[in-house]
């Protein structure tokens, strides 16, 4: 059987609870919950034959991801290209008005606009190639934590199966995303937001 590769949003932080646009700086504590939510991960993934780690620099996604390889016994590597979307000008932002327009222009790349950008921050063009060779470099078998927006936005376009998954809008803390490679650069998505461990 073709080997697997697992994308996981990390669990549930502070900055989520408040609201709050951390798409820049690394900081960002899992709650308990969060922790709870990354602990039933790793049991639900003991058995998957996990043979590699890799995370975002976020601590939101480092602790998420030190939690599940401690059950897996696994050393963890981090790759700056999955972090979050840089939302430049929103960072640290909590207002409805800053939420409003970052909602709009995560719509724009929702749609595939690449050229479109945050203020002072990233287009989706080059989110897009950043994360896409992080996962082209994943080999089998490899647990990627990573963030919801830039999982949402850009993990579509690679699978061969993306137009059933434009209409998944929102990804769970801790749930997971299951794919199998197709050729060299696309995938085909065998689960999205799974969330048995929950």
């Not at 059950?71 to 979050?84: A, H, V």
């Not at 089998?140 to 699978?159: E, Q, R």
Request: hydrophobic share 40%.
């Amino acid at each position: 059987m073709t080997g697997l590769i697992y994308l996981m949003r990390h669990g549930q932080s502070v900055v989520n609870v408040e609201r709050r646009l951390t798409c820049r700086k690394f900081e960002g504590d899992l709650t308990e919950l969060g922790r709870e939510q990354a602990a039933r991960a790793a049991v639900w993934l003991a058995d998957k034959g996990i043979t590699r780690i890799g995370h975002s620099p976020f601590h939101r996604a480092v602790q998420t991801a030190q939690i599940v390889a401690r059950k897996l016994n696994q050393t963890l590597e981090m790759e700056d290209g999955l972090r979050e979307m840089d939302c430049g000008g929103f960072e640290g932002r909590t207002d409805d008005a800053a939420w409003e327009e970052f909602i709009a222009i995560y719509r724009r790349w929702k749609s595939a606009e690449w050229d479109a950008a945050f203020p002072d921050g990233e287009t989706f063009r080059h989110a897009y190639e950043r994360f896409s060779r992080c996962l082209h470099a994943a080999g089998d078998n490899t647990l990627l934590v990573t963030h919801g927006g830039i999982t949402l936005t850009v993990v579509p376009y690679l699978c061969v199966n993306a137009a059933a998954l434009q209409r998944t809008d929102y990804l769970d803390n801790t749930g997971l995303v299951v794919l199998e490679r197709y050729d060299a650069e696309r995938y085909i998505c065998r689960s999205w937001n799974l969330v048995e461990h929950l």
